[in-house]
């Protein structure tokens, strides 16, 4: 954080960053990691006590992450980052390939002050993370 210098309006935000494609995101707003478990739907059944028995087939990991207030640079810099089909992602908990379905940007001021967005981001990783995960043997 050290090379980084402050631009004007924007403040420290607890020392995360998030690393998008090339765009590191340091004004972050909210933070929300998630690991779901995905099951192998196709080959369930339900056993001699009525059971479901299901396979577990990994889980994967997504972020909900909403932006500070950035200037319409760092906002289309971070637009061009989640245009890729794969998404490069860096944060503290998951480094992989993700990818999004919505890039939303909210105008957040315009004025004499200058012009501001937000924006709320759902990235989701390309692959499930089998880490613990037996072969359902």
Do not use: H
Not at 35 to 52: H, L
């Amino acid at each position: 954080m050290a090379e980084y210098a402050l631009k004007s309006g924007e403040v420290l935000n607890g020392g995360y960053t998030v690393t998008i494609g090339d765009y590191a995101l340091r004004l972050i707003g909210g933070y929300e990691a998630r690991w779901t478990n995905e099951y192998d739907t196709e080959n369930q059944f339900t056993d001699y006590k009525g059971d479901t028995v299901r396979i577990l087939k990994g889980r994967r990991f997504s972020l909900d992450i909403s932006t500070g207030r950035l200037s319409a640079e760092n906002m289309a810099a971070l637009t061009e980052a989640l245009k890729s089909e794969t998404i490069a992602l860096s944060c503290p908990d998951f480094t992989g390939n993700c990818y999004t379905d919505d890039i939303p940007a909210k105008l957040e001021q315009a004025n004499f002050l200058g012009v501001r967005y937000s924006s709320g981001i759902k990235l989701t990783a390309c692959e499930l993370d089998k880490t613990g995960i037996g072969d359902g043997l």
